[in-house]
């Protein structure tokens, strides 16, 4: 009988190595939202038996994930050894195309997004308040029923479960926008680096003044970010907005690195991680939003059907 995986990573471990500290250790140092504070990292953004659901009693989703990390891991150690988008050739590329939709899929923070969306309509019935027709349409659009509300309950963590891996549906959908997206490279010559995070792909919209709202990825002035090291950043992007970019592209303001780091301390549900122990700008970042260090923060806001 073939052991079980029980720890089961949510971000790659080759992957988290590209970050690793500069003494050549293979962990990046940690900075924990929640506590604000750092620490040498070591089993990161991953949890015990994370994707397993009754009945995948094969642990075809873990085992499946850890198949396609072997596919992703040349093309993303070709790109990072090369510093080059150019030397990727189709094939790669879309394999990195995969690694970032997939990536974007399949982290706890997406698993807690949905969490808090079934709590905040939960909650949204709870009040009473609703038009009459109102709460029917909800409870009917979420297959909720009173007994549902009465308790508080919604989902099981198994259902949640359930629900989370199955949005992995649209990672050929996201493929496919990112193959009609530009693509560039973002070459950090600072030394300031780039960080990553328990969910590394972040999105914004400079566009809008609040640009963490529009995120869609068929939205103008959409960026879609993925740290590859700390020297290295992918950039997907509105291809008409940004088609004057080249490629490669070297950094020249420092004020880029922070912005882009400013994402990950966003966007992650509670770990930053970096090669370097100086985590002071997240620090900061938390200071003045302290809404950001609690991985139970809101992250949608229900609206009353009206």
């Not at 642990?59 to 050894?81: C, H, I, N, R």
């Not at 302290?290 to 806001?301: G, I, M, N, V, Y």
Request: hydrophobic share 35%; net charge neutral; aromatic share 14%.
């Amino acid at each position: 009988m073939t052991q079980k995986i029980k720890l089961q990573h949510y971000v790659p471990r080759f992957y988290l190595q590209s970050f690793r500290t500069q003494g050549g250790d293979t962990n990046p140092y940690c900075f924990d939202k929640s506590e604000c504070k750092s620490f040498k990292g070591k089993n990161i953004a991953c949890e015990s038996y994370f994707y397993d659901i009754s009945e995948d009693g094969n642990q075809a989703v873990e085992t499946g994930f850890s198949y396609l990390e072997s596919l992703f891991k040349y093309s993303y150690d070709k790109l990072v050894s090369t510093q080059d988008l150019c030397r990727l050739n189709s094939e790669e590329k879309k394999v990195m195309a995969y690694f970032v939709a997939t990536q974007l899929v399949r982290t706890k923070e997406n698993r807690e997004a949905y969490r808090d969306f079934y709590r905040q309509v939960i909650e949204t019935l709870s009040k009473g308040n609703l038009p009459k027709e109102s709460r029917e349409q909800l409870k009917l659009q979420f297959a909720i029923t009173e007994e549902e509300v009465a308790l508080q309950s919604f989902v099981t963590e198994e259902e949640l479960k359930i629900v989370h891996i199955g949005m992995l549906q649209y990672v050929p959908y996201c493929v496919d926008k990112f193959s009609r997206m530009k693509w560039v490279l973002n070459i950090n010559s600072f030394t300031m680096p780039y960080w990553s995070s328990d969910n590394p792909v972040t999105r914004s919209n400079p566009i809008d003044h609040w640009p963490y709202n529009s995120v869609s990825l068929s939205l103008k002035g959409i960026q879609v970010h993925l740290p590859l090291s700390p020297v290295l950043s992918l950039c997907i992007c509105d291809p008409v907005m940004y088609n004057y970019l080249p490629s490669n592209f070297e950094i020249t303001d420092v004020q880029s690195i922070k912005a882009a780091d400013y994402l990950q301390v966003y966007w992650s549900t509670r770990y930053v991680f970096s090669n370097k122990n100086d985590f002071s700008f997240a620090e900061a970042i938390i200071q003045k939003n302290p809404t950001l260090a609690d991985p139970k923060r809101d992250r949608f806001r229900v609206l009353p059907l009206s």
